[in-house]
């Protein structure tokens, strides 16, 4: 018997016939001798529609206001789910995210979670119940309602795999896991039997949009395995971890996952997959003064209006060894912020000018393979330059090689580099079932 935690995200549960089938599915668990803890989402469009009725009735809703309106679609979910559940023959308890004591700060709208206090539902489990919990929020200390913000019902499943001990935690969408490149763009990418989490933490944090950044991070550090599937096939999907699988799960994951990591069951690909972002910005700070400390003074100036740094370039023309050129990137949406920032900085680092391209696209090459086999730098650049794609910048981690290309290339340089390192698969392995990858 195993401790499985599963999450369905909104393309899951869109409407009634999917709450069934998804019903069926926690039935058929619960029924093979498994405990099963469930997150859920809002249905569908629920928290869009939630949003735009909050904009018809209020120009600056108050933030502690919509976190009780935002939460509310979650809520409907989980009691309707119990409700099909029940239906099946299986006794199912639904739980708000304060009453599966999870803890938050007070940060309306993208609060951080403080604690963990399962105490209701590690008891509905041991009763033989299945317990299904509202993702994408918590309580404060305050005892008021707060939601986690972007990939909260991620978020929330690997807490409560974490806290209660799971041997998996299931994040169901609607494709089959995750894939060597995004299959809109590859179509014959290939399906990913196993990664690391170091590897998907790479890749989440460069692009890859099925698990959220921050779900990554929590599972990492507790040591959560996770299994990505669709809610949609009976699939194996995709198993993330640094160790095998619970022998209780054989049959729910990949034969690969059986096995330990390190054992080499088979030459693995240098490469494990490709992530792409095009939502950066490029922003140059040209001729500052090539001294110590302005480099720090102008990312300071940069965080202090909560923008985050991704890749950083700093070269010194050889008109003027005094002067200095400074270029990173950064999340679109944080861009205007921070060149505000800087113009009202300029008199104190002592710049020329502010050169700003939000043109531009990132690709970036991840596997574990790249640390012991040399030439992957060399491959890439030979696929790019034969596809006639011009590099901006790069920027390399032990398992990750990165390259900004124009905005306009990105498609044609992520197939190229796709194919060149023979990651294209036989056949069509990818399905989107729901339309919308989460």
């Known amino acids: 018997m195993a401790l499985i935690v599963q999450k369905y995200g909104g393309s899951s549960v869109a409407d009634t016939a999917a709450m069934k089938r ?42 502690r206001e919509m976190d009780i309106l935002l939460s509310a679609g979650e809520r409907i979910s989980m009691a309707l789910l119990a409700m099909a559940v029940g239906e099946l023959g299986v006794e199912a308890r639904a739980y708000t995210g304060a009453q599966a004591g999870i803890r938050t700060d007070s940060h309306f709208g993208a609060a951080q979670i403080i604690g963990m206090v399962p105490e209701r539902v590690a008891r509905a489990v041991r009763d033989g119940q299945v317990a299904i919990v509202a993702g994408f929020q918590g309580v404060s200390k305050d005892e008021d309602v707060t939601t986690l913000g972007r990939g909260g019902s991620d978020t929330t499943a690997v807490a409560l795999a974490a806290a209660l001990g799971a041997d998996v935690c299931e994040i169901y969408t609607d494709v089959d896991g995750l894939f060597s490149a995004d299959p809109r763009i590859v179509p014959k990418a290939h399906r990913l ?92 700070v040209t001729n500052v003064p090539n001294n110590p400390g302005v480099a720090a003074r102008v990312f300071a100036v940069v965080a202090e209006v909560g923008a985050n740094i991704d890749m950083i370039v700093q070269n010194i023309p050889v008109s003027d060894p005094t002067k200095a050129n400074i270029t990173f990137t950064l999340p679109e949406d944080h861009a205007r912020a921070a060149l505000d920032a800087l113009g009202e900085a300029r008199a104190e680092i002592g710049y020329d000018e502010l050169r700003y391209n939000p043109d531009i696209g990132k690709l970036s090459l991840i596997g574990v393979g790249m640390r012991t086999n040399p ?28 390259v900004v290309t124009r905005l306009e290339d990105l498609d044609r340089a992520v197939q190229a580099v796709h194919t060149a390192f023979g990651l294209d698969a036989s056949e069509t392995e990818a399905v989107v079932y729901g339309g919308t990858g989460r």
């Open 193 to 284: 039997r196993t990664l690391t989490q170091e590897e998907t933490l790479e890749m989440a944090a460069h692009g890859a949009k099925i698990l959220h950044l921050r779900a990554v991070e929590f599972a990492r550090r507790y040591g959560v395995p996770l299994h990505v599937r669709s809610s949609f096939s009976e699939k194996n999907g995709t198993w993330i971890s640094d160790a095998p699988a619970h022998p209780d799960l054989k049959g729910l994951v990949p034969d690969a996952a059986l096995a330990h990591p390190e054992e080499p069951t088979m030459e693995k690909p240098i490469i494990s997959g490709i992530a792409h972002d095009r939502s950066q910005d490029k922003i140059t």
């Open 375 to 402: 030439g992957v730098s060399a491959r890439l650049f030979s696929a790019l330059s034969n596809a006639g794609i011009n590099i901006d910048l790069i920027s390399t981690s032990e398992i990750r090689l990165s």
């Open 22 to 63: 998804v019903a069926r599915r926690i039935a058929d668990t619960h029924n093979a001798g498994h405990q099963v803890v469930v997150v859920v989402s809002a249905m569908g469009d629920t928290t869009d529609d939630l949003l735009d009725a909050a904009a018809e009735l209020s120009s600056e809703p108050p933030e």
